[in-house]
């Protein structure tokens, strides 16, 4: 273990798949736009995990004009809260204001209340007898309909409303209005309604394609279970190789990981050959419920904020989409050529 060294870079692949963006995302964004004026607050869902590469540029250009509040969720999935953790979130406050931001644990009614609480502040100068509206938003897999169901739960101590699933595109259309506050006095109630989750038209940084990946925002089908088991077992050593000794011990390479894996969880073929593919996607499994280390794949520091601001946008745009995705194409078949 003391001769053991991590990898410091990850070699990210240029031929990776760089986009999501489907035909339900680009129908429900649309529709979203239609119902802007009757909307008072948009919720926006980010995963704490990975809180600059779940920011989607496209809400913040289709939804302009519309007060929001930033809400992360999966703060469960984060280690112990020290004073690191703590100045990490007061930085990314003050990033966005004077946008409010909410870092949520869905499962733990305080942050639940938090939410609500907040919503209650955003709403208490628009109540009418018809009640407030607000549309909750987010990437793919980011938490929306769960903390939907948990406002409502919490709210008006009533049942699940919105469908959950492990993997993307269980939301596919913007859903009915749901009550997760009662009025008071002559005004109605406040009401939320659960969109489709709305993916980038195109991800310029390929490291942030494996990040979404990784945290469920596209499907396991989009990359290869063993690209993002190699990616994960990057992350893993960077945080602490210790937390996967139960498996195998510490190592860079991806095959010695799977393959010492499959042997601890019987995941094998004939003869005894181990599954690598069942293996990825069993272990990606435990660390996304938190079982295999809790830790953050952005880096969140000053320098890297103003950079991000900087590129802002860069992901926004159809057409750019479309001719990056084509020069991508076009470069892949050039060295297919080149090689055959």
Not at 22 to 39: F, P, R, V
Not at 166 to 177: C, D
């Amino acid at each position: 273990m003391g001769s053991f060294a991590p990898r410091t870079a990850f070699p990210v692949l240029d031929s990776l798949p760089r986009s999501y963006f489907l035909g339900h995302h680009k129908a429900g964004l649309d529709k979203m736009k239609t119902m802007l004026n009757s909307i008072d607050l948009v919720i926006e869902c980010r995963d704490y995990r990975i809180p600059l590469t779940s920011r989607n540029p496209l809400f913040e250009e289709s939804l302009a004009g519309r007060e929001r509040l930033i809400v992360y969720t999966k703060r469960d999935l984060i280690g112990k809260d020290g004073r690191e953790e703590k100045a990490r979130r007061e930085l990314m406050r003050t990033w966005e204001a004077p946008t409010s931001c909410l870092f949520s644990d869905n499962k733990n009614k305080y942050f639940v209340r938090r939410v609500l609480n907040s919503i209650r502040q955003h709403t208490k100068n628009r109540s009418s007898l018809l009640g407030s509206r607000l549309m909750v938003v987010g990437m793919p897999n980011v938490g929306k309909s769960t903390l939907l169901n948990d406002l409502r739960r919490v709210g008006v101590q009533k049942g699940k409303a919105a469908s959950t699933g492990a993997q993307p595109g269980v939301t596919r259309k913007i859903g009915t209005t749901v009550k997760i506050l009662s009025g008071e006095k002559l005004s109605g109630g406040v009401y939320l309604m659960d969109t489709p989750g709305v993916f980038m038209p195109y991800v310029p940084n390929a490291e942030s394609m494996l990040k979404l990946a990784l945290c469920a925002s596209v499907k396991d089908t989009i990359i290869a279970p063993t690209t993002l088991a190699d990616y994960l077992l990057y992350h893993l050593n960077l945080f602490n190789p210790r937390v996967y000794t139960e498996y195998s011990t510490p190592t860079n390479d991806v095959v010695e990981f799977l393959d010492a894996v499959a042997r601890k969880i019987g995941r094998l073929q004939k003869l005894g050959v181990p599954d690598e593919e069942s293996s990825a996607l069993w272990i990606i499994q435990r660390w996304r419920n938190g079982q295999l280390g809790k830790f953050m794949l952005d880096d969140i520091t000053q320098d890297v904020l103003e950079k991000d601001r900087d590129q802002q946008g860069s992901g926004s745009s159809l057409n750019q989409a479309r001719r990056l995705d084509k020069d991508m194409k076009r470069e892949r078949n050039k060295k297919r050529i080149e090689a055959g």
